[in-house]
């Protein structure tokens, strides 16, 4: 899965501060630099992917139904992180957990298991979620 290729990238405009969530600043009506999220989102555009999200068990992380997860292939699978997996075919997004030799799959999500993978599970790490686009 590479990235789109001949498509003219849109530059826009990142406005200089930050925005704050209470009442608004007239010094952000600034324009600091042009961004372009390809790059900003995908700095390996040869290694990453999307992924629409099914279901509600990764909540607690900030993931929900219908997000479009940035999911980068080149990013190392630590445990702590969350990534989309094969788990005997099915495809999942959880939180990587090493200990001991042993794999976990961990929702954040209280009402879902933890998958412990048993050594006759066949799992393939797909990537690691780099980011999230979640539309309110």
């Known amino acids: 899965m590479g990235a789109v290729t001949g ?13 704050e969530a209470g ?21 390996h555009p040869e290694a990453t992917f999307f992924l629409r999200v099914k279901g509600d068990s990764m909540t607690g992380a900030g993931i929900h ?7 980068d292939r080149s990013l190392e699978a630590a445990s702590g992180r969350v990534v989309v997996a094969v788990l005997n075919g099915g495809l999942t997004v959880k939180r990587l957990h090493r200990a001991r ?35 309110p």
């Not at 139904?65 to 999911?71: K, R, S």
């Not at 954040?108 to 412990?116: K, L, S, T, V």
């Open 23 to 43: 009442f608004p600043s007239p010094a952000t009506d600034h324009v600091e630099q042009c961004l372009d999220l390809n790059e900003y989102l995908a700095p």
């Open 101 to 135: 030799g042993r794999i976990t799959l961990r929702a954040e999500n209280p009402a879902y298991p933890d998958i412990a993978v048993a050594d006759d599970h066949e799992l393939q790490i797909w990537g690691v979620v780099a980011h999230v686009v979640h539309t």
């Open 65 to 71: 139904h219908g997000d479009l997860l940035v999911v």
């Open 7 to 19: 498509a003219a990238a849109r530059l826009l405009p990142l406005c200089a501060g930050k925005a």
